[in-house]
Nanobody
């Protein structure tokens, strides 16, 4: 069982930046593909970004491409989401997730473990 704990959310003005972190309990963290998802009030959960086990491959939603960067530090069992040029429409609860499969192109139902989430609010 992998436990995931997110941190780093908060309130920021439009155009600002935040860095989210997701710490994993599992010592085999480096074998998991990791992803970030978000859910805004009244909307479905949506994919944001994913990263392969080695960090060598990444994939982004079109809405965040060029503004967000996903990365990982396997020595620290942590995955990050650097968010720049934030917009009010980025406001959501952000959750990290882990999956055993190698593909970084996967639906949310293909992820095995989920964190509780961290709130990101972007004011205009």
């Amino acid at each position: 069982q992998v436990q995931l704990v997110e941190s780093g959310g908060g309130l920021v003005q439009a155009g600002g930046s935040l860095r989210l972190s997701c710490a994993a309990s599992e010592r085999t963290f480096s074998s998991y593909t990791m992803g970030w998802f978000r859910q805004a009030p009244g909307k479905e959960r949506e994919f944001v970004a994913a990263i392969s086990w080695s960090g060598g491959r990444t994939h982004y939603a079109d809405s965040v491409k060029g503004r967000f960067t996903i990365s990982r530090d396997n020595a620290k069992n942590t995955v990050y989401l650097q968010m720049n040029s934030l917009k009010p429409e980025d406001t959501a609860v952000y959750r990290c997730a882990a999956r055993r499969g190698q593909s970084i192109i996967a639906g949310l139902d293909e992820y095995n473990y989920w964190g509780q989430g961290t709130q990101v609010t972007v004011s205009s």
